[in-house]
């Protein structure tokens, strides 16, 4: 099956940016902004983003790979972590005035899941329709391990410290935890759907927080909606790790979803 894809000029808050999207029939109501990696070109088949596009459009599924102004194929913005909900929200609808009628579906791979997540006030302020955020590989240094639970703590139902200190507004947590460990709170009725490989952090991070936190557990479905790819490398350049990503990815994006129910 040929893909028709086309290259689209987006007129951000720091200036022009490259997109490209994909023509499709649509058979979903949804429509995919992809933010793959920053600094990292978004062209080239053998990128992850560029195969999960192509693989939703053969579902019938168009997107946008939108490309921050962060040394990708955009200009450098100096001004790129105080701008990215603006050009994020102006990438959003310009693949919205291709499909005016279509549910948003928000993919952000590595470093772009924190930018994401701390984009989604701006999205909602935006009134910009959110289906679902889809996290691939997370970058989550910055987010320190979650404390497990002790035995009592178990007994008596209650929160592990982690989670306590973030009800509590502990100063001890800084902003980037804050912005990923509340993210279920943010969601408003979007589905939640994350995916780790390589980043073995991001992997005990996520297995941590579906133990050990409710909220996280609901948003994820008691972990439907997580998918581990073990021994997948940085690219996921092995045919075996980039299929079984892709695959999971879209059917759970598109899981009743089609146009007409």
């Known amino acids: 099956m040929t893909i028709l894809e086309q290259p689209r000029i987006i007129g951000g808050v720091t200036g022009s940016l490259v997109g490209v999207t994909t023509a499709v029939v649509r058979t979903a109501d949804i429509a995919v902004l992809v933010a793959p990696v920053p600094a990292h070109p978004r062209t080239g088949e053998h990128r992850l983003h560029v195969r999960l596009a192509r693989e939703l459009a053969r579902v019938g599924v168009p997107s946008l790979r939108f490309d921050p102004a962060d040394g990708g194929d955009s200009a450098p913005s100096a001004a790129q972590a105080a701008r990215y909900d603006g050009d994020l929200v102006a990438a959003a609808t310009d693949l919205l005035v291709l499909h005016p009628d279509a549910q948003l579906v928000l993919v952000g791979f590595g470093d772009a899941a924190l930018p994401i997540a701390r984009s989604l006030p ?44 973030l009800r509590g507004d502990s100063p001890s947590l800084h902003d980037d935890e804050r912005t990923w460990l509340e993210l279920p709170d943010r969601l408003r009725g979007a589905s939640l759907h994350v995916a780790t490989g390589h980043d073995l952090h991001a992997r005990e991070l996520m297995r941590t927080l579906l133990a050990e936190d409710k909220d996280w557990r609901r948003a994820l479905h008691n972990g439907e909606r997580f998918r581990s790819v073990d021994g997948a490398d940085a690219g996921y350049a092995q045919a075996e790790h980039w299929r079984t990503l892709v695959e999971w990815i879209v059917q759970q994006i598109t899981h009743r979803r089609r146009r007409g129910r």
């Open 122 to 165: 701006a999205v909602r302020t935006a009134a910009l329709p959110v289906n679902a955020l889809c996290f691939v590989d997370p970058r989550l240094a910055t987010v320190r391990p979650i404390e497990a639970r002790g035995l009592w703590r178990r007994i008596t139902g209650r929160a592990s410290p982690t989670i306590e200190a």
